[in-house]
């Protein structure tokens, strides 16, 4: 009988070619490029393609899959409808699992997903993948004003999906650096290996569920709070904090009562995410674009990562990628309740990546269990039962 290992920790579950963690050396790459590389030379659509095919995409490669994404912002109006029937008080990422799951409904095609075959249908893969990724910003955005009681803003087919999820929020020409911080924080959430969501969309995908159904399995994993909604816990942290000052006292007697500092250490990393680190140089970047005016948030945010790399450094723990990227979704104008939405508008590309990795070579997950229950029983007439012992 095999170890029972909690969690499945270290057990190799798949064979991969689509992304890697080096966590001592603090190295994380997609198809072997450098997420550093990526995030200063890339954008989400390429780095999507990449993730998906597997190699760089060629210019007109690239210009046919943004094109085919863009014509597909669009919703259909009846699965809009059925979102003004949503409660105005639902949380988005409820929001977007029940719509996610629903556009099977409105653009079936699981014809390729009917036998333990693999499926090769190529066009198949590519126009559920192409349809997923680009409706998912779409719908996030439109429940921003719908949850508010307004109509939703129409996607524009000459933006990018970051510029255009920027647009679909505020209603106005996207900053062309919010824009671009905007799609690095897409390129970095993206992909990062087995994690929960991202094997949950395993296990439903060697069912040869619809890919619909997979990316809501996905959703409803990430949605629990050891997985995604870390960002959005580092900003009420640091809106509690106050100011850097009140930092030192705070994280003492956090440490002291052994609480949780948000942002502050990641299962695969034992020194800085290499994620925080692109992020931390994009806030220098929009602080030195403001004329070197520190945001009180983003002052108190570098605060408390010298204090607590001070106190904690030796240990391994280091910020993470949600450290910095709930700040900059809070200097974008974005609800602190969307932020984990966003994360899976982004790791929408990885999970489809491997889907598509998975429905390839496919083998249903049937993993074991070690039994500690009774041996077996003697059924007991209810006449012969004893009375349960009260509590």
């Not at 998975?358 to 209810?382: A, D, F, K, L």
Request: one cysteine or more; hydrophobic letters at 40%.
């Amino acid at each position: 009988m095999s170890d029972f290992l909690p969690g499945l920790e270290g057990v190799p579950a798949t064979k991969s070619a689509i992304s890697f963690i080096d966590g001592e050396k603090g190295i994380l790459s997609y198809r072997g490029y450098p997420l550093e590389t990526l995030a200063t030379n890339s954008t989400f659509e390429e780095t999507t393609l990449l993730l998906l095919d597997g190699e760089l995409p060629t210019k007109a490669a690239l210009n046919r899959f943004s094109k085919q994404l863009r014509s597909s912002y669009r919703i259909k109006y009846h699965i809009r409808e059925m979102m003004r029937h949503f409660p105005h008080t639902g949380h988005p990422m409820d929001m977007l699992q029940t719509a996610v799951c629903s556009l099977g409904m409105f653009y079936p095609g699981t014809e390729c997903l009917t036998d333990a075959d693999s499926c090769k249908d190529i066009d198949y893969v590519r126009n559920m993948t192409v349809n997923i990724i680009a409706q998912m910003a779409p719908l996030v955005a439109m429940w921003e004003h719908m949850r508010q009681g307004y109509d939703p803003i129409n996607p524009r087919d000459d933006l990018s999906v970051a510029e255009n999820l920027l647009y679909m929020f505020t209603g106005k020409e996207p900053d062309s650096l919010m824009a671009r911080i905007m799609d690095v924080c897409l390129i970095l959430h993206a992909e990062h290996t087995l994690n929960a969501s991202t094997f949950a969309a395993l296990v439903a995908g060697s069912t040869l569920a619809s890919p619909y159904s997979v990316i809501s399995a996905a959703i409803g994993t990430l949605s629990g709070p050891l997985h995604g909604g870390a960002n959005q816990r580092v900003v009420g942290m640091l809106q509690e904090i106050g100011s850097p000052d009140n930092v030192e006292a705070w994280v003492d007697k956090k440490l002291a009562n052994k609480e949780v500092i948000w942002g502050m250490g990641h299962r695969e990393y034992k020194v800085k995410d290499p994620r925080a680190t692109i992020l931390h140089k994009l806030v220098t970047k929009l602080v030195e674009e403001r004329g070197g005016s520190l945001d009180k948030m983003f002052a108190t945010a570098m605060k408390l990562e010298e204090v607590c790399v001070d106190r904690l450094g030796h240990k391994g723990v280091y910020p993470n990628v949600d450290f910095y990227s709930g700040i900059l979704y809070s200097e974008m104008g974005i609800p602190e309740d969307q932020f984990t939405a966003l994360f899976a508008v982004a790791r929408s590309a990885g999970w489809l990546a491997h889907w598509r990795e998975q429905i390839s070579n496919n083998r249903i997950y049937r993993p074991t269990q070690i039994y500690v229950g009774h041996e077996q029983r003697e059924y007991i007439p209810m006449s012969e039962r004893k009375k349960a012992p009260k509590q």
